[in-house]
């Protein structure tokens, strides 16, 4: 009866790797594929019959990234100690790379002893991608704000200058670094003029705009 029950418990295992929606794999000590799940299957494109037995790292990691993976699944053979949410990316059988957020974990037999490693992964290219496309939207936001043939300036919630565009430098004297993190009101607005650009750039921070507001500036030189 006992043995009957861990041999359901087992075929319950099995199932539950297979139908995962995530990509599972795992390895031997030797580092060779031992399962392969549906869900690795449809990421990387290799069924599983084309992936057990093969060397999982020299096979399946991008090659700036192998030397990491060795270090996580090492880790995990040598003490049984996992690693989790490391970023281990993964090449398609047509040559795609793939994100995979991974956790590694210690498979261990009956008796105890490690006898191999269990990845259980996220794909988060599209993540990714995402990200990226941000970035260089920023970028190339960052450089059309400094570049612009208009003088342009940021304050944050404080009133501090967090931005200094190249035109607003050349006509007011203050390079960027001379600027950022000073207040903006204190530092370069007239005396007789701050009250009036306090409340400008208070409206502002709720939300309500002002359109063709005279901001008479001090210059570095007076």
């Known amino acids: 009866k006992a043995l009957a029950e861990s041999k359901r418990v087992a075929d319950d295992l099995v199932r539950l790797i297979e139908t995962a ?24 494109g290799y069924e599983k019959k084309e992936a057990i037995g093969k060397l999982f790292v020299p096979n399946f990691i991008s ?3 192998q030397e990491s993976v060795n270090l996580v699944f090492f880790l995990a053979l040598t003490t049984g100690k996992g690693t989790a949410n490391f970023e281990c990316p993964l090449f398609t059988k047509s040559g795609e790379r793939k994100e ?21 992964g996220q794909d988060i290219t599209k993540i990714r991608q995402i990200t990226k496309e941000h ?49 903006l009101v204190d530092n370069f607005i007239q005396p007789e003029n701050r009250t009036c650009v306090e409340e400008v750039l208070m409206k502002a921070m709720a939300g309500e705009d002002t359109a063709n507001f005279e901001l008479p500036l001090l210059s570095k030189f007076g």
């Open 21 to 44: 929606n995530a990509p599972i794999f795992g390895i031997d000590k030797e580092g060779r594929v031992t399962e392969w799940n549906t869900n690795a299957s449809n990421l990387l």
């Open 63 to 65: 090659d700036e990234f």
């Open 100 to 120: 995979v957020l991974l956790n590694a974990t210690a498979r261990r037999g009956p008796d105890g002893d490690v006898i191999g490693v269990i990845g259980v």
């Open 135 to 183: 970035e260089r939207i920023a970028d190339d936001l960052s450089r059309l704000i400094d570049h612009a043939n208009a003088p342009i300036f940021g304050v944050d919630v404080n009133g501090m200058v967090n931005e200094w565009n190249q035109k607003s430098a050349n006509m007011l004297g203050y390079t960027k670094s001379e600027t950022m993190g000073k207040n």
